[in-house]
């Protein structure tokens, strides 16, 4: 069997940030962002709206996609609100390509 789907969070905080997160249950955990139980960062920056969730088959394969949107600017972010899937190895490649000028890889994954 596959086991329990993770899933990566975008909230739209009050002050425009978008914090970027994983959980196995979404609502809960945004339940508990909204009443400032859930992560440190929201309790300051407290919840907006659900900008988008993208489902991945283990904690593994989530952890690596969050580790990759926390390396974007909200700006970015935003832009994968727009994406029906999101692969992070996607994401390294368009990174790669963007900062090639750089001497070493803002991201590995």
């Not at 596959?2 to 425009?16: A, T």
């Not at 994983?22 to 709206?49: C, F, L, N």
């Not at 900062?99 to 890889?105: F, G, I, S, T």
């Amino acid at each position: 069997m596959g086991g329990v789907p993770w899933f990566l969070y975008l909230i739209e905080c009050q002050d425009g940030s978008v914090y970027t997160g994983i959980t196995v249950d979404v609502a809960k955990r945004y339940a508990a962002h909204e009443t400032g139980k859930g992560a440190k960062y929201m309790r300051s920056h407290p919840p907006k709206q659900l900008l988008k969730v993208f489902e991945y088959p283990n904690r593994s394969e989530a952890s690596k996609a969050e580790y990759a949107v926390k390396q974007l600017t909200a700006i970015e972010k935003r832009s994968l609100v727009q994406r029906k899937s999101f692969a992070y190895e996607a994401l390294v490649e368009v990174i790669t390509i963007n900062c090639a000028d750089l001497k070493y890889p803002i991201l590995r994954v």
